[in-house]
């Protein structure tokens, strides 16, 4: 079955430092793949996305590449900062197109 | 602000009890998604509608019902309520399956 598999949390870093939380999926076939992030008493925003293999969906200095090979979808960010502390969510849709199947979330914190 | 709105944003109710939770998709979406978040189980796949029928089932239990009425708005049934029932029920929509899922703000459950 479809399954995702996210690094475990809590993740800290200073302002400015380099981010990767790794993420890794099963699935039939090549499906869509997403990280959602989730500030503090909010609902889930759309982070980035791909659709295709070595695609790199890009937001807010944040990046991912569809990486088919070691069905990777690692996420990226050069710099981060305080405003980033938040959970985020990488996510599969399923091959019916009729839901997503979320990995268990990692906790960012930022401290400047 | 996604353009799905929830309501109400928390409830507190009695093991044993029956409750509603609504969600009004973003305009001209026509698909809605309904998840669970909880603790131990992270964010699960609950039920999605297309234009007022039902398109795929997750791990939805029986205890639980969903509908979409003619004017796209989606409500989720919780009957029988137990303490393993405390959550966040977030609602979802998009265009059609195979989009991007716009989430709302979720409501919070509270089961005592």
């Known amino acids: 079955g479809n399954s995702v598999t996210q690094m475990e949390g809590p993740v800290t870093l200073s302002e400015e430092a380099f981010l990767t939380i790794n993420c890794t999926y099963t699935?039939?076939?090549?499906?869509?793949l997403f990280w959602y992030v989730q500030y503090p008493g909010e609902g889930l925003q759309l982070l980035l996305k791909a659709t295709k293999a070595d695609d790199k969906g890009s937001n807010k200095g944040f990046e991912a590449t569809y990486r088919k090979e070691t069905t990777s979808f690692h996420l990226e960010k050069g710099s981060v900062q305080v405003s980033d502390s938040a959970v985020y969510f990488c996510?599969?849709?399923?091959?019916?197109?009729?839901?997503?199947?979320f990995g268990k979330g990692t906790t960012l914190s930022v401290s400047s | 602000d996604s353009g799905v709105t929830q309501t109400p944003k928390h409830l507190i109710t009695a093991t044993g009890q029956r409750v509603t939770l609504r969600c009004s998709p973003r305009s001209g979406d026509l698909s809605v998604y309904w998840y669970q978040q909880s603790l131990d189980q992270g964010l699960q796949f609950l039920i999605h509608y297309y234009n007022g029928e039902e398109r795929a089932k997750g791990n939805i239990l029986e205890r639980f019902s969903a509908q979409q009425f003619p004017d796209l708005h989606s409500e989720l049934n919780l009957s029988s309520l137990e303490l393993g029932d405390s959550a966040l029920y977030f609602c979802?929509?998009?265009?059609?399956?195979?989009?991007?899922?716009?989430f709302g703000p979720g409501t919070r459950l509270t089961v005592l």
């Open positions: 996510a599969l849709l399923n091959q019916a197109g009729t839901a997503l199947i």
């Open positions: 699935a039939t076939g090549y499906p869509s």
């Open positions: 979802a929509s998009s265009v059609d399956s195979d989009n991007e899922q716009f």
